[in-house]
Nanobody
């Protein structure tokens, strides 16, 4: 079976950087579409970024230019580099894998940005 585990969250000051990691065990990672989502308290879970075998995308206008998604197929890991963090980035960040036949979620990692 395929499992996802996120890490790298924490409490940081506004303007700081964090890199979130998601390690994927099992399956053929290189073929998966990997995604990062986030959910702030009282808000809907929103897509943040996607990494396909061919391209990477960042979706919210609020994070474009600050967040970057990348992957390391040899390590079966996907990353979300977050720069210039702002309080509005505070959320639980989730790793998601589209296996082609199923969707899997990690447990989430908390990112808190203090102003």
């Amino acid at each position: 079976q395929v499992q996802l585990v996120e890490s790298g969250g924490g409490l940081v000051q506004a303007g700081a950087s964090l890199t979130l990691s998601c390690v994927v065990s099992g399956g053929t990672f290189s073929s998966y579409i990997m995604n990062w989502y986030r959910q702030a308290p009282g808000r809907e879970r929103e897509p943040v970024a996607t990494s396909t075998p061919d391209a990477n995308y960042v979706y919210p206008d609020s994070v474009k230019g600050r967040f970057t998604i990348s992957r390391d197929n040899a390590k079966a890991m996907v990353y979300l580099q977050m720069n210039s963090l702002q309080p509005e980035d505070t959320a639980v960040y989730y790793c998601n894998a589209n296996l082609g036949w199923d969707l899997l979620w990690g447990q989430g990692t908390q990112v808190t940005v203090a102003s």
